[in-house]
């Protein structure tokens, strides 16, 4: 698995932009006017890693085969949203259905593309689409208020906990806080997470810069990037119109291009970093003639379930899994030379898969 990250923002901030330069494709529309995005648009993208490059190489595999990483280009969100205004409750509704949220901002000055609140604001603008949400949030928790009052009269343990949840909630979300920031118990983790919240999904601030600003940043995004921090929330800096540049170029004179205009790695490489840190997700390989490839996992995933995200029968038929750590993998220059120097672990159900993790699952049919 990878994740699913929904790309939100106000209209005319480079969403689509950057969406057909992520996907490499021109799916989506982008143009100078509000609500160019009517339908959201998917794309998937490979997850880049040098690991799984130089393990195929020493695997012989016939086919390379990265994890990837889906992207939901949602359409513009404005001010009233959360009522409706410019099909706001419809736009709502898929960012529901993502796992994070990558919210494009515009930290750049154009006086051809029109901002649809007339001036250049990035934290004006973080706060309309926050307080959209938020509002949203509100609604939904207020409905359920009653019936779960009158569940929890009856004795009913489940709805004390949810209801109890749900006023915490309601407290933060009225002093102009996302969910995110209630502070949980482990245990009551699985019960806030089905109350579906908008401001409860990880955000990932995306300053859209001009050219010039695509390896330093500039004024505004620094804005973005203090606010960031006091939410503990994720930023990068990207140049929507410079990947949109390198996404047409092939692949030969992509590094030329890159080293052009003073940047080490496309903006992707770090949209990517930056999004699996903020869902705390970790990257195994399997290696082998046939193919070298990455999966992606949760942190703190154990080996059963490890294996399931290759095939169900390997979770439900789990016996061990054979385990070598990257690095071992390349010092002893594969999975021979790893077992003869007694690098490769034999793990258990126990077992919580780590990042670089080469793994091969054993299983009974």
């Known amino acids: 698995m990878g994740f699913k990250c929904g ?10 932009t950057l969406f057909n330069a992520l996907t490499e494709t021109a799916a989506a529309q982008a143009a100078n006017y509000p609500f160019c995005t009517i339908e959201p648009n998917v794309g998937e993208v490979a997850v880049p890693d040098p690991r799984l490059d130089t393990l195929a190489k020493l695997a012989k595999s016939a086919e390379i085969i990265p994890t990837r990483l889906t992207f939901v280009d949602i359409a513009g969100l404005v001010r009233g949203a959360s009522k409706g205004e410019g099909l706001g409750n419809q736009f709502l509704a898929n960012i529901r259905e993502v796992d994070a949220i990558a919210h494009v901002v515009r930290c750049f000055e154009d006086s051809d593309v029109t901002h649809v609140e007339g001036k250049i604001d990035p934290i004006a603008d ?15 928790l207020e409905k359920r208020i009653d019936a779960l009052t009158k569940r929890a ?13 749900i006023e915490r909630a309601l407290g933060l979300l009225r002093d102009g806080k996302p969910a995110r920031l209630l502070e949980r118990k482990p245990e009551e983790e699985k019960a806030f997470r089905a109350l579906g919240l908008l401001t409860a999904k990880p955000v990932l601030y995306v300053c859209n810069v001009d050219e010039a600003c695509a390896g330093t940043g500039n004024g505004y995004s620094r804005q973005v990037e203090r606010r960031a921090k006091e939410e503990d929330a994720a930023s990068v800096v990207i140049s929507a119109k410079i990947e949109a540049e390198i996404a047409v170029l092939p692949p030969a004179e992509r590094e030329e291009f890159l080293t052009t205009v003073g940047l080490k790695e496309p903006g992707l490489n770090r949209l990517i970093r930056a999004g699996y840190g903020l869902l705390d997700l970790v990257t195994f390989f399997t290696a082998g003639p046939k193919e070298a490839r990455a999966w992606t996992v949760t942190r703190g995933t154990r080996a059963p379930q490890a294996a399931g995200t ?9 016996i061990r899994a054979e385990t070598i750590a990257y690095d071992d993998y390349i010092a002893a220059g594969g999975e021979a030379g790893a077992r003869d120097v007694g690098k490769l672990r034999l793990e258990g159900k126990d077992y919580v898969v780590a990042d670089g993790d080469v793994m091969h699952f054993r299983f009974a049919t």
Request: charged share 30%; aromatic share 4%.
């Open 7 to 16: 790309i939100v923002g106000l209209p005319n901030v480079g969403k689509s």
């Open 126 to 140: 973080i706060e309309t689409i926050e307080t959209e949400l938020m509002l949203a949030d509100l609604d939904s």
């Open 153 to 165: 009269r009856g004795a009913d343990k489940e709805a004390k906990e949810t209801l109890s949840l």
């Open 310 to 318: 290759i095939h169900t029968d390997f979770e439900r038929g789990f």
